[in-house]
């Protein structure tokens, strides 16, 4: 099983709507989640970061995490076609290094 | 800008050859993470200095080696290159204490002929 899964898309969506992103992993010393944004030819930004189960939210982003079931989410409301990307999730504990899944290609729409 | 550089941003090389890539962090990180990203494997983890000394190992061949130098730039050398090792290879940075995120620069497309 690998450490983190995450379905690889493309999900294409209309502009404006609720866009869910998942991913699971299997470790439960993992503490830190992170989702990462990756355009095309460039290098993943970072979204959001998080420690504790439950939501965090920063604009139209809301990172959700939920230990117990292993589960993690990013929520993108009244999405945008410059939201067309690769969102990768990536989870660690504490001093090692980062574990990412494979990315999920989201396709936005006008 | 993640403030993190990486040059050069292509390479095109034969079989068998070397190549150096390098990596300037953010200012004020001093950790540095290696990372290879291939379409059928997503971003593998290479290896992290930090403060010049090697901190972690990941998947990094043998063939592949890396260092940071004293003022905290990083390089990482590829040798006789195969075709599998066409990728990006991505740097990263971060202050390095725990839990800190990484910011990743733009990467190097290593393209082996």
């Known amino acids: 099983q690998k450490e983190v899964e995450q379905d690889p898309g493309p999900l294409s969506v209309p502009e404006g709507a609720i866009v869910s992103l998942n991913c699971t992993y299997s470790?439960?010393?993992?503490?830190?989640f992170m989702w990462y944004r990756q355009y095309s030819r460039k290098g993943p930004e970072l979204l959001m970061y998080t420690y504790s189960s439950g939501n965090k939210e920063d604009g139209r982003f809301t990172a959700q995490v939920d230990k117990s079931s292993k589960y993690i989410s990013l929520f993108i409301r009244d999405s945008q076609p410059s939201d067309s990307a690769t969102y990768l999730c990536a989870v660690n504990s504490g001093y090692s290094t980062l574990t990412f899944g494979k990315g999920t290609m989201l396709l936005v729409s006008p | 800008d993640s403030g993190v550089t990486q040059t050069p941003k292509h390479l095109i090389t034969a079989t068998g050859q070397r190549v150096t890539l390098r990596c300037s962090p953010r200012s004020g990180d001093l950790s540095v993470y290696w990372y290879q990203q291939s379409l059928d494997q997503g971003l593998q983890f290479l290896i992290q200095y930090y403060n010049g000394e090697e901190r972690a190992k990941g998947n990094i061949l043998e063939r592949f080696s890396a260092q940071q130098f004293p003022d905290l730039h990083s390089e990482l050398n590829l040798s006789s290159l195969e075709l599998g090792d066409s990728a990006l290879y991505f740097c990263?940075?971060?202050?390095?204490?725990?839990?800190?995120?990484?910011?990743f620069g733009n990467g190097t497309r290593l393209t082996v002929t």
């Open positions: 990263a940075s971060s202050p390095g204490t725990e839990n800190s995120p990484l910011h």
């Open positions: 470790n439960s010393a993992f503490q830190y």
